[in-house]
Nanobody, 124 residues
C-alpha cells in the first residue's frame, strides 16, 4: 500500500521559513517523480516543485523559484520542501504526490499517489 505522509506545516510570519517533509512507503522510491502541490478552497491546484529521485533533477514553479528548495533523503525515502522568504500568498494546503514514472513533464507529470496535506499559513 502506497503511503505519502506530509508534515512540517504551520503558521509563520511573512519572511519566515518552514520545511515540509514527505515520508513515502509502499512503492519503488528510487527512480520516480515526487512533487509538492498546493491548493486553497475554491482555487486551482498549483504545482510547486518536483524532483526525480533517480537523478536529482528538480523543477519549480516560477512563483517559488529562488525561495523554495526541494531535496531528498534516499536513506529515508523522504522528500523535503524548504520554504524561505514566505509570503502571505504562499498560504495554502500543501500536498505531496508521487508518480510511477520519471518527471517526464516536470510539474505536469501525471502523479498517481497523493498525501493528505499539511497546512501552511503565512501572516503579514
Amino acid at each position: 500500500q502506497v503511503q505519502l505522509v506530509e508534515s512540517g506545516g504551520g503558521s509563520v510570519q511573512a519572511g519566515g521559513s518552514l520545511r515540509l517533509s514527505c515520508a513515502t512507503s509502499g512503492y519503488r522510491y528510487s527512480s520516480v517523480c515526487v512533487g509538492w502541490f498546493r491548493q486553497a478552497p475554491g482555487k486551482e491546484r498549483e504545482g510547486v516543485a518536483a524532483i526525480y529521485t533517480g537523478g536529482g533533477n528538480t523543477y519549480y514553479a516560477d512563483s517559488v523559484k529562488g525561495r523554495f528548495t526541494i531535496s531528498q533523503d534516499n536513506a529515508k525515502d523522504t522528500v523535503y520542501l524548504q520554504m524561505n522568504s514566505l509570503k502571505p500568498e504562499d498560504t495554502d494546503m500543501y500536498y505531496c504526490a508521487a508518480a510511477r514514472s520519471v518527471c517526464r513533464y516536470g510539474l505536469g507529470t501525471l502523479f498517481d499517489y497523493w498525501g493528505q496535506g499539511t497546512q501552511v499559513t503565512v501572516s503579514s
